[in-house]
């Protein structure tokens, strides 16, 4: 496996992938087939592992890489871009808290292809942030117990980021001292005795993401594979702003796609309407017209997606600890979340609006870039980003650091 060592070489091998990767997209989408050889060659391309640290082997690829290549791939698979979003926001906890053994580990691992997934969400409880997944002390060791869904990539993962729960009053061993209460990820083999990864995603849209279920049984975890969450997420760390720029580019890419996709139907199968007077429906004037909004749907999109990209790059330079640069970062990607929500719904639902009825047809399934979006954009509500960002035009209020802006 070649790592790409900069931006261009990155972006030439997205490329490639992702022209590969959409031959048979639609095909995965309609059926349900789940990408195990495409997920691998995403693998062997060494794109998963361009955020390596330098300092642990890797090219150490910034912010804004990752999301060009997140783009470029949801253009042709949303569904195969979102599955190593996790990948990414996991190797850059590693990076932000982790003890260099682990970090050393894990890392080594990535730069021999291996793939990270998050088991973090949960249902049952009062919101989201309600974590009931606990850790207990067994002996020098910690036992995982619990339940989570929404666990995208885990079907395709060889290490499983667990966030859980210590609870107060835990005992700890000799080999665990300094372990406070509070949340941790917990660092784990997907194979391990007492993991259980359920398929039973059934969403309407990201169909083949393998965002099912994880059970955990009695998973002994050794301490050196805990990293507290807080110094990452409690803290102004640029570690929200990353992961939702990744979301941000997901969406952007599907904008793209569909406009692409429909571009594509009005030039080859539809028909003019008799009214146009015209040979061709890319001639019609009326269809011509929204096109041209659609353009600049997604261009806008496209252009917030890269100032944003530039604001968390600046954030989070390896010389740079400016709490102000973070909360500019934040805002920006918050304003770009808003916009590419905005156009991938827009324009996924405008595709047959313009390439018209043939364009319904089920074989077909171009309805999976509007289902993709819907799907996609609930992650995270955007009528929170607006909050954020009005607090901070009206008051200069930063927006606070809880990972999810």
């Known amino acids: 496996m070649v790592v790409p060592t900069s931006a261009a070489e990155a972006l030439a091998k997205a490329r490639e992938v992702a022209a590969r990767i959409e031959v048979d997209a639609a095909v995965r989408d309609r059926d349900r087939r789940l990408p195990y050889a495409e997920i691998d060659e995403l693998s062997a ?7 390596v640290p330098q300092r642990f082997g890797g090219p150490d690829l910034g912010p804004s890489v990752v999301a060009d290549v997140t783009r470029l791939l949801a253009a042709a698979d949303p569904n195969i871009a979102q599955i190593p979003h996790s990948h990414f926001v996991y190797l850059n906890l590693l990076r932000l808290a982790a003890p260099d053994a682990l970090a050393q580990r894990i890392f080594g691992h990535v730069l021999q292809g291996g793939r990270v997934a998050n088991a973090q969400s949960e249902r049952g409880g009062k919101t989201v942030a309600d974590i009931n997944t606990t850790l207990r002390r067994q002996g020098d060791r910690f036992v995982l117990d619990g339940e989570k869904f929404y666990a995208t990539g885990s079907l395709f993962a060889h290490t499983l980021a667990v966030l859980a729960r210590l609870p107060e009053g835990t005992e ?9 209460p509070g949340e941790y990820v917990a660092f784990v083999a997907a194979d391990a005795p007492g993991v259980e990864i359920v398929d039973d995603w059934n969403g309407l849209g990201q169909r083949t993401t393998g965002s099912g279920t994880v059970r955990l049984a009695g998973v002994n975890v050794d301490p050196g594979d805990l990293v507290a969450r807080a110094p990452a997420v409690a803290q102004p760390t640029g570690y929200g702003a990353f992961a939702q720029l990744l979301h941000v580019a997901i969406d952007v890419g599907i904008a793209r796609g569909a406009l692409d996709a429909a571009a594509d139907f009005v030039r080859t199968k539809s028909r003019p309407w008799f009214e146009a007077g015209v040979e061709r429906a890319d001639a019609d004037p009326l269809t011509v017209q929204r096109f041209g909004e659609l353009g600049v749907e997604v261009a806008a999109a496209e252009a917030t997606l890269d100032a944003a990209s530039r604001a968390v790059d600046a954030a989070t330079a ?3 600890d400016d709490p102000a640069l973070t909360a500019q970062a934040s805002i920006a990607v918050a304003v770009a979340k808003a916009v ?16 018209g009825t043939r364009s319904a047809s089920a074989e077909l399934s171009l309805d999976r870039f509007w289902r993709n979006a819907r799907t996609h954009t609930l992650h995270d509500p955007v009528r929170w980003k607006y909050q954020h960002i009005g607090r901070w035009v009206l008051r200069g209020e930063s927006p606070p650091t809880h990972g999810v802006i």
Do not use: K
């Open 340 to 355: 590419a929500d905005r156009a991938s719904n827009s324009v996924s639902s405008a595709l047959f609006e313009v390439a």
């Open 172 to 180: 700890t061993g000799e080999a665990a001292v300094g372990f406070e």
């Open 318 to 320: 390896e010389d740079v």
């Open 45 to 51: 391309s060494g794109l998963l592992a361009i955020t």
